[in-house]
């Protein structure tokens, strides 16, 4: 089941704060967030695992909620630099598959 | 450096014709990725390989067929069977184990007229 993304899109200020949150249907035991600008590649920002692990970039904090199934990505200060869409892929347990979210689509204005 | 590249970074087709689309990587990593990505979507998964001479099907294998023969290469062919193969095609890798990133490519846009 593909994860749920919301918003599918936000319009920030500089500085402004924004919640992208990942929900799904099914156990997770992964959640992997990325970053794409349009034509790029989507980049690294973040991977969680079940039971608490996490590992990314300092600057990025996420939240797990096991329970619920549910990630959510936290940007605060943003910069022009966050523009892009976020994806997050869920991953179970013995599977080695990410599946992805449709994406947050994050315009950073000056 | 490291890292993983895709070739060429624009393709042009006819419909009709199979056309292979190129992956490599020299990061040592078992794991690659086959994703087609369409406008204001997410990522699809085509083929995936965890070990050299194995792969998986993903998604949306319809159409399209892969080979690992070698740790650092993972080319995609499009075949004439795939309806619609208009579309942004990601490769990427990862080390094994669910708690590893994956590292993507810079991808191919493929334009079938």
């Known amino acids: 089941q593909q994860p749920v993304q919301s918003p599918q899109a936000v319009i920030l200020r500089e500085g402004e704060d924004a919640v992208i949150n990942c929900s799904s249907s099914?156990?997770?035991?992964?959640v992997h967030w990325y970053r794409q600008k349009h034509g790029e590649a989507p980049v690294f920002l973040m991977i969680l695992l079940k039971g608490g692990e996490q590992k990314g970039h300092e600057k990025i904090s996420a939240s797990f909620n096991e329970k619920k199934q549910q990630s959510s990505l936290y940007l605060t200060a943003s910069q022009l630099s966050y523009s892009g869409t976020y994806f997050c892929?869920?991953?179970?347990?013995?599977?080695?598959?990410?599946?992805w979210g449709l994406g947050t689509s994050l315009a950073v204005n000056p | 450096d490291g890292g993983i590249t895709q070739s060429p970074k624009y393709l042009f087709r006819k419909e009709g014709q199979n056309v292979t689309l190129s992956c490599e990587q020299n990061l040592n990593h078992d794991a690659m990725y086959w994703y087609r990505q369409d406008p204001g979507q997410g990522l699809r998964l085509i083929y995936y390989?965890?070990?050299?001479?194995?792969?998986q099907k993903g998604d949306i294998a319809e159409g399209y067929s892969v080979s690992r023969e070698k740790k650092e290469s993972f080319p995609l062919t499009v075949t004439s069977a795939q309806k619609n193969p208009t579309a942004f095609y990601l490769c990427?890798?990862?080390?094994?184990?669910?708690?590893?990133?994956?590292?993507f490519g810079p991808g191919t846009r493929l334009t079938v007229l």
């Open positions: 390989s965890q070990i050299v001479n194995d792969f």
């Open positions: 990427a890798s990862s080390r094994q184990g669910v708690g590893n990133e994956q590292f």
């Open positions: 892929g869920t991953g179970g347990g013995n599977n080695r598959k990410l599946i």
């Open positions: 099914k156990a997770l035991y992964s």
